[in-house]
């Protein structure tokens, strides 16, 4: 009986273990995935019943749209969501581009470049089922098949993914606009122009403050989140109770039909307001990737406890609530939220609200520095500066370039639906002049309501009027994105999950029947202000193609122009020039052959290092690669050459950082190549035509000193620069002397590498290795081509404006690849070459 009671006791412990680990990672959902969500709130009413419903503000109407959110909120993000939408995971991560890495893993879909048989061999490329269902393989093979499918594929998923980051524009400036809309309530001396300035500031604040990370106050944004939860739950039962209970009864879907019998097109029109109350639930599935700190990836069960048991019952209640009090107080619906607060609890109600309002923009704006972090890994975003911000939580991201672009879109557009002049007195900016004229149609509405208004009431009516049509902009976003969603998840099922192409078809014209409804409505409003987000979109996505065709023509020609290899052996070991000291990576994005800007470097160098190794650092459609599987390592041409490959892989989570292990861990990996290949000579390419030999996976997690290839010391030293710290080179110590002027020197552990006492060792083993020691020692370069693409002449006009213009006018203001590589500037060396694609 004692072993089994120690089972018992085991196994209650982990399920004790595993309940409290998932009850934690749903406390901290809350901050991170609803935060959008919970505000919704603040201006659905609002937002459905200024417009078209103002001849229909009547009780049967408010209990018709009560039940239609209601309906909307169960059926989209309980069911399609938390349901069906988060089994669909990658390896833990989700979102638009989460569906489509499994699509181009599972079903061959990408155009990714460089892509090799040895990616496949990875532990999170297998995730998913891995059988092929039979039903589902024809139509699998058409749409890999036909390029042009897989292009327009592609095409669907960065317009999703550009209305997402549109969404992160747009949402920040209807939370914080909504909340702080509330002083209007009991401080009516505040004009709308000062409530619009608090606003600004807000916004101002929140984006200054995102490059020292949201892990140092994310320990607060979960109760807060909690507490605007309880609150709204509270005072929703509250109004329940006072004004007009018999709301319950409009969960019935009889109400939904009365709605639209009464209201007719002017209900269906109203939908995208009703829209704005799951606007947040964009979140919850692109945004799970925030939830990975140091316990490793988690399941998606906390994401829908949280939801399921607490937000879904409070957002209802609340709802409910606010629909009784209006149901009895129809002039209230300007400011729907704030009137219906009893005035005991309005202060420390408004104050959580704008402090979830905060908590909610700041979620969605991590989540667009997300976003762009995975469209640059997957080559479809121009290079941009990634700064990691916590050493801890891992995924914590900011981009300076976004964070700015972002602020100043979001405040535009923040002014703009409310006044143009203050956009030009605040700004004068000539690259917002297109959205200035554009927005003059609706703002001259806004001006004529001010300039006729009778009392303060009417100026708030006005503001309203003016203030949907930024709200329009939202539900368009969401809606989009939601429909392509919706898309892709059946590709997903049917391809990756193989389930039953019948239910799948079942599960598309479903929700694309729900979600069409909505998404017609809101396209009707698009002259009316809605056409924002669409031209957001269409530049971001512009943005994005433009990259993405410009690197895909620039990959081809360097792949259809690699240099013979029988040319590089006729020119023998020493390549015909002198071979120094040293170690010299040479980037290339080729992750086979020999890239053809190596014969720029022969041919225009004097001197070339002793040991070369071709570097390619490329993206794998996997969210992460495990450190022991991230090297890839090779030789190219037999072993008197010194020429050897490596292929650094990344996932599209994945960050590169800059601790400055890379060169140690390089020759730590290449050393343990060598005596690898001589004790496998399926590894040696001597007998090989190609003399392109295989590669071998290298772990590099290990530490440095246990390492059974080389001995391992390490000493302290003072300097940034390790590699030219031992050169005898008079010109590179006076570089290191000016380097170490400007760039304090910093306390660093210096890594040796020496041969282990191994008699029977081979010697030409040993003699390499003492080479590679020798080399490592001498220094190390990084070598790049510094490229020039342009279109042939031949080209049509298109194409030249795409390269010779877009392309170009990218390439020139994003960050340049060293920089994105970390590759220090000191030790960097360039070569022009011009690509004609």
């Keep these: 009986m004692e072993p089994e009671s120690g089972i018992a006791r085991g196994t209650s412990q982990f399920s004790w273990a595993s309940l409290s680990r998932n009850l934690i990672l749903a406390y901290q959902s ?65 979102g638009t581009f989460a569906l489509y890495s499994m699509l181009c893993r599972h079903a061959k879909f990408g155009l990714l470049p460089n892509q090799q048989a040895a990616d496949e061999e990875l532990s999170a490329y297998k995730y998913g089922p891995s059988r092929q269902g039979q039903s589902s393989l024809p139509l699998r093979r058409f749409l890999e098949k036909h390029k042009k499918i897989r292009t327009a594929l592609l095409v669907v998923v960065l317009l999703g993914t550009s209305m997402l980051i549109g969404d992160g524009v747009i949402t920040p400036a209807i939370s914080v606009l909504s909340a702080v809309s509330g002083l209007q309530v009991t401080e009516s001396l505040l004009t709308t122009h000062e409530v619009l300035l608090i606003a600004c500031v807000i916004l101002v604040g929140l984006f200054a ?57 002017d209900g269906w029109i109203s939908l995208g307001g009703i829209l704005l109350s799951i606007t947040g639930m964009l979140d919850l599935y692109s945004r799970t990737e925030a939830m990975f700190a140091d316990i490793g990836h988690f399941s998606t069960f906390p994401i829908r406890l949280a939801f399921a048991v607490f937000v879904y019952p409070c957002l209802v209640v609340q709802y409910m609530g606010q629909a009784a009090f209006l149901s009895k107080n129809i002039p209230s619906i300007p400011n729907s939220f704030y009137h219906s607060i009893p005035d005991p609890v309005f202060w420390p109600v408004f104050i959580i609200a704008t402090l979830a309002s905060i908590v909610g923009s700041q979620a969605i704006i991590t989540a667009t520095f997300s976003i762009v972090k995975q469209c ?12 990691h911000t916590s050493k801890h939580i891992y995924g914590q991201i900011y981009i300076p370039e976004i964070n700015w672009i ?27 002049l297109l959205l ?123 792949l259809h122009n690699k240099v013979p290899l029988r040319w590089i052996l006729g020119l023998g070991p020493s390549l015909g020039i002198v071979r120094v000291p040293g170690v010299g990576l040479i980037y290339s994005e080729l992750a086979t052959g ?73 020759i730590q990996s290449l050393a343990e190549f060598i005596q690898m290949e001589a004790v496998e000579p399926s ?61 304090p020197p910093m306390r660093r552990q210096q890594v040796r590498f020496q041969l282990p006492p191994n008699p029977v060792m081979d010697p030409s083993v040993r003699e390499e290795l003492m080479e590679l020691i020798q080399a490592k020692e001498a220094g190390v370069a990084y070598i790049m081509g510094h490229s020039y693409v342009k279109a042939r002449r031949s080209s049509s006009f298109l194409k030249k404006l795409v390269i010779d213009i877009g392309y170009s006018f990218l390439r020139k203001n994003c960050r340049g690849p060293s920089v994105a590589l970390n590759i220090p500037h000191i030790s960097l060396i360039e070569v022009g070459m011009t690509y004609y694609v």
């Design 30 to 94: 809350f901050g991170v995935v609803y935060g959008d969500l919970s505000t919704s709130p603040l201006y659905v009413f609002r937002s459905t019943f200024i417009g078209k419903l103002q001849r229909h503000q009547t009780e049967d109407a408010i209990f018709g749209a009560f039940s239609l959110i209601f309906w909307t909120l169960t059926f989209i993000p309980l069911l399609k969501y938390v349901v069906i939408v988060l089994s669909a995971d990658d390896n833990g991560e989700g």
């Design 209 to 265: 403050l995102q490059h020292y990370g949201t892990h140092r106050v994310a320990f607060i944004f979960a109760p807060i989140v909690i507490i605007w939860l309880i609150s709204i739950f509270s005072i929703g039962v509250y109004n329940t109770i006072k004004w007009n209970p018999k709301i319950v009864h409009a969960i019935s879907p009889y109400y939904i039909v009365k709605f639209f019998s009464e209201t007719g097109k």
């Design 376 to 387: 640059h890994a997957l080559g479809c975003f121009p290079r941009v500066k990634v700064v």
């Design 406 to 432: 972002l602020m100043i879109i979001t405040i535009a557009i923040a002014i703009g639906f409310r006044d143009t002049t203050l956009i030009g007195n605040a700004y004068g900016i000539l690259l917002l």
């Design 436 to 558: 200035l004229v554009s927005l003059q149609n609706s703002t001259n509405i806004y001006k004529y309501a001010i300039k006729t208004q009778e009392d303060w009431g009417m100026s708030i009516l006005a503001s309203s009027f003016c203030f949907s049509a930024l709200q329009i902009n939202g539900s368009l976003a969401c809606m989009t994105v939601m429909f392509i969603t919706t898309f892709l998840m059946a590709l997903v099922l049917v391809f990756v999950q193989q389930r039953n192409i019948f239910l799948v078809a079942a599960f598309l014209l479903f929700f694309w029947l729900i979600e069409g409804v909505y998404l017609s409505s809101a396209l009707m409003k698009v002259p009316q202000g809605g056409w924002v987000s669409l031209l957001l979109s269409f530049i971001f996505m512009v943005v994005m193609f433009v990259w993405y065709y410009g690197t895909h023509k620039k990959y081809n020609f360097d």
């Design 594 to 666: 020999v890239p053809a800007i190596f014969s720029h470097f022969v041919t225009n160098l004097p001197a070339f290092h002793t040991v070369l190794v071709f570097v390619c650092v490329k993206s794998v459609p996997v969210p992460y690669v495990s450190p022991e599987e991230r090297f890839l390592i090779g030789r190219i041409c037999p072993r008197p050459y010194r020429m050897y490959r490596c292929i650094v892989r990344y996932g599209y989570k994945d960050i590169q950082r800059d601790n400055g292990d890379f060169e140690n861990l390089l």
């Design 683 to 743: 590894l040696s390419n001597s007998d090989s035509a190609s003399f392109d030999g295989r590669m071998a996976v290298i772990s590099s997690t290990r530490t440095f000193q246990t390492t059974s290839s080389l001995v391992v010391s390490e000493v302290e030293d003072f300097g940034a620069i390790n590699t030219i710290q031992s050169s005898k080179s008079l010109t590179l110590q006076s570089l290191r002397s000016s380097y170490d002027d400007e760039h």
